[in-house]
């Protein structure tokens, strides 16, 4: 999502529910995709990555899914728990030219007890 | 066993002062990094080195100089700090060349200026 003035996207689930966190992506020669959970006072962590060249991965409770053609990603995230709240980033890159990590906006994951 | 280190965790300081904020990492790593996250969260990235060499510079003012004195270490010095330089700075490191993923992030350095 895009960030609207200084609020970040809110996504509010239940524990146990599962979270989708969507991402639109600008680049259409972006190679590789990741996602990171940023937690409060923390650094960005990484947790999963897809390849350009792939439409799906997954990891443990989490998964990311590519769709190209309309130039979207996103992080789904199984049973959340309250340690998943955290605000999370996709970020892209291309590898050619400068091959900078190119981070999108954000959206905060609250998890209700 | 922390892997990427920076120094101080907060920074509070005038306006017009030099200030510096230092970066470690132990993961053997060849290449590093400093990004800005601003109010809004948006983070982005201002230089990367590999093997103390500088590969991006971000279009940063050049009040802000890194410095790498060894692959393991990347400082950030800014000269005569302004009110729009309130912000966290985070380091960060990938092994490999250039571009090469993941990378992993310190803490981060809040800076406040008064």
């Known amino acids: 999502g895009e960030s609207v003035g200084l609020h970040l996207p809110t996504l509010s689930v239940q524990e146990g529910d599962n979270s989708i966190i969507n991402c639109a992506y600008s680049?259409?020669?972006?190679?590789?995709f990741i996602w990171y959970k940023q937690e409060s006072g923390k650094g960005p962590q990484f947790i999963i990555d897809?390849?350009?060249?792939?439409d799906k991965r997954q990891g443990q409770r989490v998964t990311v899914l590519l769709n190209k053609t309309v130039k979207h990603l996103s992080l789904q995230i199984a049973a959340t728990q309250p340690g998943d709240s955290a605000v999370y980033f996709c970020?892209?890159?291309?590898?050619?030219?400068?091959?900078?990590?190119?981070f999108g906006s954000g959206t905060r994951l609250q998890v209700q007890p | 066993d922390t892997a990427v280190s920076q120094t101080p965790k907060y920074l509070v300081t005038q306006m017009g002062n030099d200030k510096s904020i230092k970066c470690e990492q132990n993961l053997g790593h060849d290449t590093m990094y400093w990004y800005k996250q601003d109010s809004k969260k948006f983070l982005k990235i201002m230089f990367s080195?590999?093997?103390?060499?500088?590969?991006i510079n971000e279009t940063v003012p050049n009040r802000f100089s890194p410095k790498s004195p060894d692959k393991a270490h990347l400082n950030l010095h800014i000269n005569s700090l302004e009110l729009g330089d309130s912000a966290v700075y985070f380091c960060?490191?990938?092994?490999?060349?250039?571009?090469?993923?993941?990378?992993?992030f310190g803490d981060g350095t809040r800076l406040s200026i008064l």
């Open positions: 960060a490191s990938s092994p490999g060349g250039q571009g090469a993923q993941p990378q992993h």
């Open positions: 970020a892209e890159i291309r590898y050619t030219g400068r091959r900078a990590l190119t």
């Open positions: 897809i390849r350009s060249n792939m």
């Open positions: 680049n259409s020669a972006s190679d590789y």
């Open positions: 080195y590999n093997n103390k060499e500088l590969i």
